[in-house]
């Protein structure tokens, strides 16, 4: 019931096009695999909307299927037939790559609550594209400095062939400095992986990192679990998240990864954010859920100082980030990519409830890496 009271929200929105100032065109992930990210991005988001109180606001709503040909279709259909000013909502990053330089070489804005390929972020840097959750390395180069901190010396590396993995990998190899017993690129979608736990079962590995986002990891870590390998797992949050932890269960217990937000980081955004996104949607919201929060509350507080069609002005009102985030202190670096501490954070149980604690910073203030390639 819940869930529907913000889809009316959001047809309410839509259905008073000649009252809205500004349009935001949202293409995001709400159905087959990886659905509940893009679902939680959404609920994120349009949550923050319905809190600003502005009615001068409208957001249309796709679904891209996880197609990158779907998504190329709905961004040119936004672009060119909606008029939208600013566009978000992608959560690959083989569709961002897809969508992104075509919508910010238009002239329009994009604003990442989820993908960041190094290619965006380095020499294929926008001054129209802003990233608000992380560059694809971040995570797992904390998972790198968190491995050394515990003294694994010898991981079996894993991740789907796709931008997002390859950057996974390559995260994860710049600061862990041990050896690497195996590393392994899996198939996009991939649900068995018999051969890989084989792979690591005899690979004399002390440790694996892996990266397998949405469906793929609830079906790694049970297959893993099931499999009786007892070697140590470590990843970033997104095999880890809300959502996916209720589907893994009791073999994701103990388990530590790595992200730049938890439910328990202590401020009083943060705090309302929790409480609020719990009471309207009936579950504990995800790392995506605080990033479509945090993306809307962006460009909410760039709103308050100038209109899109200004770019000028309306760019620098981004670059100055005045808004309260969920994560506490926000800054943009030079490529417009957050520069952000990661936290190392372990799988618990509270009551019936899967979820994650705070035990630690794996990195402080981190910015990503390339940035120095960025010409803006």
């Known amino acids: ?62 679904d891209d299927q996880r197609k990158p040909d779907v998504a190329v279709q709905l961004s040119d259909k936004m672009v060119q037939s909606e008029r939208v000013d600013i566009m978000t909502g992608i959560i690959w990053s083989n569709l961002a790559m897809a969508v992104v330089p075509s919508v910010v070489g238009q002239g329009v804005f994009y604003l990442s609550p989820n993908a960041g390929p190094s290619q965006l972020a380095g020499q294929g840097c926008h001054e129209n594209y802003f990233n608000v959750a992380w560059q694809n390395d971040n995570l797992h180069e904390a998972a790198g400095a968190y491995a050394n901190s515990v003294g694994y010396e010898n991981s079996f590396i894993m991740a789907p062939n796709y931008p997002a993995g390859q950057d996974a990998l390559t995260g994860y190899k710049r600061l862990y400095t041990g050896a690497l017993s195996g590393e392994v690129f899996t198939q996009l979608g991939q649900t068995d992986y018999a051969a890989e736990i084989a792979q690591i079962r005899a690979s004399g590995a002390d440790s694996v990192f892996f990266f397998l986002p949405g469906g793929m990891g609830i079906s790694f870590l049970k297959q893993y679990a099931d499999s009786g390998v007892d070697i140590p797992v470590i990843g970033p949050a997104f095999s880890f998240d809300q959502g996916i932890l209720q589907a893994v269960g009791d073999a994701a217990l103990g388990v530590v990864n ?56 309306f760019r620098d009102a981004l670059r100055a980030a005045e808004f309260d985030s969920t994560r506490g202190d926000f800054s943009f670096g030079p490529n417009h990519h957050p520069i952000q501490t990661i936290y190392a954070r372990e799988v618990i149980k509270e009551g019936d409830v899967y979820t994650n604690k705070i035990i630690g910073v794996a990195l402080e203030n981190h910015a990503d890496a390339y940035a120095a390639a960025c010409k803006m």
Do not use: H
């Not at 939680?40 to 502005?54: E, K, T």
């Not at 919201?285 to 962006?298: E, K, R, V």
């Open 258 to 313: 790595t992200s730049q937000w938890n439910k328990d980081i202590d401020n009083p955004t943060n705090a309302a954010f929790v409480e609020t996104f719990q009471a309207e949607y009936g579950r504990l919201p995800s790392l995506y859920a605080s990033q479509g929060f945090d993306t809307a509350n962006l460009l909410i507080s760039a709103l308050e100082v100038a209109d899109p069609s200004d770019g000028d002005a």
């Open 1 to 62: 019931m819940r869930k529907f009271l913000f889809a009316t929200v959001a047809a309410a929105l839509c259905a008073t096009t000649a009252a809205s100032e500004v349009k935001i065109g949202m293409i995001t992930t709400l159905s087959g695999g990886g659905a509940g990210l893009g679902i939680d991005v959404r609920d994120g988001f349009m949550l923050a909307i319905a809190q600003s109180g502005r009615d001068d606001i409208e957001v249309v709503i796709e």
